[in-house]
């Protein structure tokens, strides 16, 4: 069993910068391909960005592009975001998840929330006007 527990979240204005952290357990981090998802309130969980397991794939919503970076270090186990420009309509909880195959680890697999196997308790990301 994986856990994966994000931290990094809260309140920021409008134009300011956030990084999420998301911490995982277990030794096979290395393999997992990793994403962030964000869910408003009354809204559906949404693909924001996704990286496989040794970064040689990244992956963005069009909505986040030029303004969200996804990365991760192995050593540490840990998935970043880090959220540059921020707009009010970025508010949300942030969730990270970790898909197990190394199969299917593209597109648009890794954009559906179905495809993975373990997701984090998720952090509020809150962005004022």
């Known amino acids: 069993q994986v856990q994966l527990v994000e931290s990094g979240g809260g309140l920021v204005q409008a134009g300011g910068s956030l990084r999420l952290s998301c911490a995982a357990s277990?030794?096979?981090?290395?393999?997992?391909?990793m994403g962030w998802f964000r869910q408003a309130p009354g809204k559906e969980r949404d693909f924001v960005a996704a990286?496989?397991?040794?970064?040689?794939?990244?992956y963005y919503a069009d909505s986040v592009k030029g303004r969200l970076t996804i990365s991760r270090d192995n050593a540490k186990n840990t998935v970043y975001l880090q959220m540059n420009s921020l707009k009010p309509e970025d508010t949300a909880v942030y969730y990270c998840?970790?898909?197990?195959?190394?199969?299917?680890?593209?597109?648009?697999?890794?954009?559906?929330?179905?495809?993975?196997?373990?997701w984090g308790q998720g952090t509020q990301v809150t962005v004022s006007s």
């Open positions: 998840a970790a898909r197990r195959s190394l199969f299917g680890q593209t597109m648009p697999t890794l954009a559906v929330v179905a495809n993975y196997d373990y």
């Open positions: 277990g030794r096979t981090f290395s393999s997992y391909a």
């Open positions: 990286i496989t397991w040794n970064g040689g794939g990244i």
